[in-house]
C-alpha cells in the first residue's frame, strides 16, 4: 500500500464510516507543510512525525498493517529515528490497546497517564516516551 491508501484506511477505521475524508486529508496536508513535520511509511503503517526539539519528536501511528507487523513497523520507526539522531520519542493514546502493543514491542517505553491533544482540546490519554 502507498502512504496514501494507508492514511485512507487508517482514517476511516479510527473515525468511523461517517468520516470527512476531505477535510482530515486537508489538515494532514497542511500539517506536512510545517517544516518540523514529516511523514515516514514502514510497512503498512505510517507515522506522523513532529519534531519538538532536535533530539526529541512526538509520533503519531496511521495503521492499516496487522497487529504482529504493527508491533514490527514500531521497532522499524525506533530505529529510523534514532538513526537520524533523535534520542527520545514521544506519543500520546487514548486507546487502551495500545498500552498492550507497547508492551509488545518489547522496547522500554515509559507509560504514564496524562494529556493528548483531540480536536484542538485536551483528553486524557496515556503518554507514552522512548529512550532511542
Known sequence: MNSLEIVKQAAHTQMGANADMDTFLKKLVG?????????????????????????T????????????????????????????GIK???????DKKYLDLAKKTQLPFKIKQGQGMAQDSAVPAYVFELDL
Open 31 to 55: 500539517w506536512t507543510k510545517k517544516a518540523n513535520n514529516k511523514l515516514i511509511q514502514i510497512g503498512n503503517t505510517v507515522f506522523l512525525v513532529t519534531l519538538i526539539n532536535p533530539q
Open 88 to 94: 527520545k520519542m514521544t506519543g500520546y493514546a487514548n
Open 57 to 84: 519528536c512526538q509520533v503519531s501511528i496511521l495503521n492499516a498493517d496487522s497487529e504482529p507487523n504493527l508491533i514490527n513497523n514500531i521497532k522499524g520507526i525506533a530505529k529510523t529515528l534514532k538513526s537520524q
